[in-house]
């Protein structure tokens, strides 16, 4: 099932990534190329076959309940591109 | 039960709605995290390089997140799943670091459950819970603290939380109201969430669609976010509805969208329409391998859970004859059942109930004080009541006793034997107090036996004050109507 | 001096000892090295010459004292994904092209433990997304076997590889999420295991394809594999895929007895487009196993050719929600914007390069709503397949024998891999299956092709086996007899 623009500026959007429209076309056919290759996958049969989430058999460990990590707010900004009064900064969200 | 209809003029309707609760699990560290959990502490200092979503960080699962959220399974009545796994919701956002969210979307950690309300009318339904599942919470933006910039505090980011989805089983608010109030208590029995709605650790989203009465069809639903508190879930039910209704019945058609409601208005209004709505692209997460519990697991807490306000609801009626509204009043809170436990122990039950929601919360409510600050002991309280049962003292006295106790601390027995308050049943004292006044009041004895017999009450009134309050009201009305004939 | 940087680690540690060399004087003749070459290869996007040298000092003073630790004073690189406490670490990304991690990543933490010391950061692809380290925001790196044309070093542990192979340091770590340690190893002449996913810790290393992605060493030889294998693997709390499993001394293994052993050679790997070279080196090779006494048995691996879509549907939907945490808010690359969304569309398409970017649009779109079940859950089924396949075949075989990559190394800018994304994905047909059922594997150079250029073999082992993977090529090595740069 090729997708067509609105497709690739939706996926964009949800990927904050910003497609130009001039490349919308370009991308779209590339898009479409690597789908339709990996649209192979349709033809095996998986009826009955559990998908595979962890190859991984062991179950997941479980960690005690204590304070390790923390108190460290220097750190945690140190890359920050922006910030002030302690707390991260992003352009004011209406909501 | 009673049914929750909105009549209009033009027809008669009925509410469809369900909740979904988010709750803040208690915890020392963060679900996947081993920062603090502390509510109030400076901006960003509870954030671990993970909650940060730091470059190269990874969950690890804190065992006391999942063992509080399978205590809350069993308090739900519901089923623990041994088998459940964790998964991405994915959505950009400033206060949500990772890009994602990680919470439990196929496989929840608890299945289906139910719970008992009771309503004013007396009766009680069933409410259904479809699944309870555990994720991370997000941290916090602040908006107003500049025009052009908001402001990203991580220190809840990544706090764990428990998501309650009932079934679409209310149909007024007031069970609506009803089950946040007994989820509210549950929780609070379990130690596994503080529901404080207004601090956020409980969080309630509502939805909301109406149909008309009778009918089985299911209407379009709209979504409250983050409703916060009790009145306001019940208020934005009401409110919702009736704009349902009113579109309806003027032809219009309800669409599928978040609303926020307004306290202030009484209303809702819109937040995201439908098309806008997100695309989560849940997938399995893949730094978390799936969850498996073992029956040991279960079974030792369920061994350990404490008894729930529905049991302890049915143990005092049975076991100590408390009236079902009594107890109900008693249970919600379980240091106030505690408490009540501790007092009647060994008294009369029901006496102590009557004087523990009477004078005791009146006194408490007056002093502005929380139960654990209570001056009066459940001990103490328990030794006012056998001291009236005992007919040591009358209730008259019991209550300035009471007032007593409260003042200094103190217990009865020492209060009535330092200010020697012990009634008086001697019947040779009171028949001399008796002989005396009859004596005396010649005139109102005459007019007694005239057949002025409303002045009983008078000749009683002297001799309770001339005995101070201590003469036995039954021994005194008992003599009178010998002596006077 | 260039002599010192012939030697492998074993041999190092071994004049370590005898005192016949220092630390400090192997760590100034490989900085050396670096200055002469890495303009030319542009293998080192960082380097840490200074604090390798004080480290150094350390290593000789442990080894005067005796306290000399296993890796005490080797001189390594580090592949820039691997986050370094206060060493910028940039996924050769211009999103980190400032990061300076507060942390040290699980591996490196246990190499520097056992007293290995980093000459700097290498060169990769873009968050380790492509097979000939063409999309590093810092530039290709050059294999060191170009003679006119510069050819790619393979990806996305590119400079890993050169490095090693250009004497730029001892031994290198890598990453391998579909073939990134093996087919740079195989490009470049030099010899690397992707060890179980599980053995070696994810934590710190900044994520691709969490379910995928595993560390391993690119190094001089089998034997020195194995030795920095023993330092970077094990059990790390912080990771919850990492495993449990005791990790044994690889280099216990280096010499054993082959025979008897089977050896699978899989007949879907014939496949088009397969260099007639590399199948005659892949039957020299099973020729020299024969020769130590394996048996070599066919195979069957049914699902291979879907072994490619499968890879290319679940790493980028991985990848699509690992890389939304790059925000511009926290850390990295920002570029303001009208709003928070035009913050985040700036901030990543500008910091993002066009493969990254291609990944991320396919994964977000394989995940999303109406499309999960085709592409994401569809994969993960064929995945089980794949994985179903390789159980089977180790029913009838102990190791698994096919060449690392179908091609010779390319010339960087190769017009057919350009031109279209999937011929260069189709490089990674014999790698990636290992990814996806999670197993050992390793690539050893086996001789040059008629261009002079170097080609790999791959040894496939079953989970936690890689005891049979190591054994097998330290004869394979020993047969192939080839002569490093």
């Not at chain 2, 005139?443 to 036996?449: G, H, Q, S």
């Not at chain 2, 001339?466 to 009305?477: E, F, L």
Request: charged residues 25%; negative net charge.
């Amino acid at each position: 099932m090729p997708v067509d623009n609105d497709t690739v500026r939706r996926i964009a959007f949800l990927s904050r990534l910003k497609v130009d429209t001039d490349k919308l076309e370009d991308t779209k056919e590339e898009f479409n190329k690597i789908l339709n290759w990996v649209e192979e996958l349709s033809e095996v049969n998986t009826d009955n076959v559990a998908p595979l989430v962890s190859v991984n058999n062991e179950s997941l460990a479980l960690r005690d309940d204590a304070i390790t990590a923390g108190h460290n707010a220097k750190e945690i900004l140190a890359n920050a591109p922006a910030q002030e009064f302690g707390y991260f900064v992003v352009p004011k969200v209406v909501e | 039960m009673t049914e929750y209809v909105i009549t209009t003029e033009k027809g008669k309707w009925e509410i469809i709605c369900g909740l979904e609760i988010h709750c803040q699990i208690i915890s020392q560290s963060k679900i996947f995290s081993g920062a603090s959990t502390e509510f109030g502490d400076d901006v960003n200092e509870n954030v671990s390089f993970v909650d940060a979503g730091m470059p190269g960080m990874l969950p690890t699962l804190n065992k006391e997140c999942v063992h509080q959220a399978v205590k809350t399974g069993l308090g739900l009545n519901a089923v623990i799943n041994k088998y459940s796994e964790f998964s991405r919701k994915n959505y950009f956002y400033a206060d949500l670091p990772q890009g994602y969210q990680i919470t439990q979307f196929q496989y929840p950690i608890v299945g289906e459950g139910a719970i008992d309300i009771d309503l004013a009318d007396g009766t009680s339904k069933t409410i259904r819970i479809e699944r309870m599942h555990i994720e991370q919470d997000a941290g916090k933006s602040i908006h107003d603290m500049s025009p052009t910039k908001s402001f990203i505090d991580l220190n809840r980011a990544g706090v764990g939380l428990m998501e309650i989805v009932t079934r679409p089983d209310f149909r007024s608010p007031d069970e609506a109201g009803a089950f946040l109030k007994k989820l509210r208590s549950i929780l609070r029995y379990l130690g596994t969430c503080d529901g404080n709605m207004d601090e956020g650790s409980m969080r309630c989203d509502v939805n909301v669609s109406v149909r008309p009465y009778g009918s089985d069809e299911l209407r379009t639903r709209c979504e409250m976010k983050n409703v916060n508190s009790v009145k306001f879930v019940m208020q934005a039910i009401e409110s919702e509805a009736k704009r349902h209704i009113d579109v309806y019945e003027n032809g219009g058609t309800i669409t599928q969208e978040t609303r926020q409601f307004d306290p202030a208005t009484q209303t809702t209004k819109v937040m995201r329409k439908k098309e806008f709505a997100h695309d989560y692209r849940y997938f399995p997460e893949p730094d978390l391998p799936p969850l498996i519990l073992s029956d040991e697991f279960i079974n030792k807490i369920r061994n350990e859970l404490v008894e729930l306000p529905d049991a302890k609801k049915a143990r005092f009626i049975k076991e100590l004859g408390l009236t079902a509204y009594d107890a109900a009043v008693i249970c919600e809170n379980k240091e106030t059942a505690d408490f009540f436990e501790k007092a009647a122990k060994g008294h009369d039950a029901k006496k102590v109930a009557n004087w523990l929601m009477g004078d005791f919360f009146a006194m408490l409510n007056e002093k502005k004080l929380e139960l654990k600050d209570s001056p009066v002991s459940a001990e103490n309280l328990g030794s006012l009541v056998e001291l009236i049962t005992s007919n040591v003292i009358n209730g008259k006295t019991a209550k300035d006793v009471f007032a007593l106790m409260a003042e200094t601390g103190e217990n009865p027995e020492k209060i009535v034997e330092e200010r020697g308050l012990k009634q008086v049943t001697d019947t040779g004292a009171i028949e001399k107090l008796i002989d005396d006044l009859l004596a005396s009041a010649a005139d109102n004895v005459a007019a007694y036996r005239g057949g002025k017999v409303g002045l009983f009450g008078w000749f009683v009134g002297q001799i309770m004050k001339q005995s101070q309050g201590k003469a036995n009201p039954q021994v005194v009305n008992a003599l009178l109507k010998k002596k006077l004939g | 001096m260039s002599n010192l940087t012939d030697l492998t680690i074993s041999e190092t540690l071994r004049k370590f000892k005898a005192k016949e060399i220092s630390p400090v004087e192997i760590t100034k003749a490989y900085a050396e090295n670096i200055n002469a070459c890495n303009k030319q290869y542009n293998a080192y996007v960082t380097t840490t010459i200074e604090q390798a040298l004080e480290q150094a000092k350390t290593a000789e003073q442990n080894y005067m004292n005796g306290t000399n630790r296993p890796l005490e004073g080797i001189a390594l690189g580090i592949k820039d994904l691997f986050c370094t406490k206060g060493v910028r670490t940039t996924a050769c990304s211009h999103i980190l092209d400032n990061f300076i991690p507060p942390y040290e990543s699980t591996v490196t933490q246990n190499l520097l433990n056992d007293g290995a010391l980093f000459l700097g950061k290498l060169n990769l692809d873009e968050f380790a997304m492509g097979g000939s380290n063409e999309t590093s925001y810092f530039g290709p790196v050059v294999n060191p076997w170009s003679k006119e044309i510069k050819l790619v070093a393979g990806g996305s542990s590119g400079g890993s590889a050169a490095a090693v192979a250009a004497k730029m340091c001892a031994a290198a770590t890598g990453t391998d999420t579909g073939g990134s340690i093996r087919e740079p190893a195989a490009f470049c002449g030099v010899t690397g295991i992707k060890p179980t996913y599980g053995r070696c810790s994810r934590y710190g290393t900044i994520a691709f394809a969490s379910s995928l992605d595993q560390a391993g060493p690119i190094c001089k030889d089998v034997t020195d594999c194995a030795l920095v294998l023993n330092s970077m693997a094990g059990y790390d709390e912080k990771d919850s895929t990492s495993s449990k499993i005791a990790v044994p001394d690889f280099a216990s293994f280096l010499g054993k007895d082959i025979k008897g052993l089977k050896i699978g050679v899989p007949m879907e790997y014939r496949v088009d487009g397969l260099n007639p070279e590399v199948a005659d080196y892949w039957d020299k090779a099973a020729e020299i196993l024969k020769a130590a006494g394996a048996e070599v048995v066919s195979i069957s691996l049914p699902h291979t050719k879907y072994a490619l879509p499968t890879y290319y549907v679940i790493a980028p939907a991985e990848a699509s929600s690992n890389l939304a945490r790059y925000d511009g808010v926290r850390y990295g690359h920002r570029v303001e914007g009208n709003g928070l969304d035009e913050l985040y569309i700036s901030s990543r398409t500008d910091g993002f390069g066009r493969e990254v970017k291609r990944r991320i649009l396919i994964g977000t779109y394989v995940l999303s709503a109406g499309y999960y079940d085709a592409y994401y859950l569809k994969a993960q089924k064929v995945r089980r397949l794949i994985k179903n396949d390789f159980d089977s075949a180790f029913q009838k075989c102990d190791v698994i024998l096919t060449p690392t990559s179908p091609i010779e190394p390319f010339a960087i800018g190769d017009k057919k891999m350009l031109e279209n994304p999937i011929n260069m994905y189709l490089n990674d047909v014999f790698t990636v299956s290992v990814n996806l059922a999670g197993l050992p594997a390793m690539s050893l150079p086996i001789g040059l092709s008629k261009n002079g250029l170097p080609l790999g073999m791959q040894l496939i082992g079953k989970a936690f086996d890689e005891e049979t993977v190591f054994k097998t090529a330290y004869q394979l090595e020993r047969g192939a007899n080839f002569v490093r740069i």
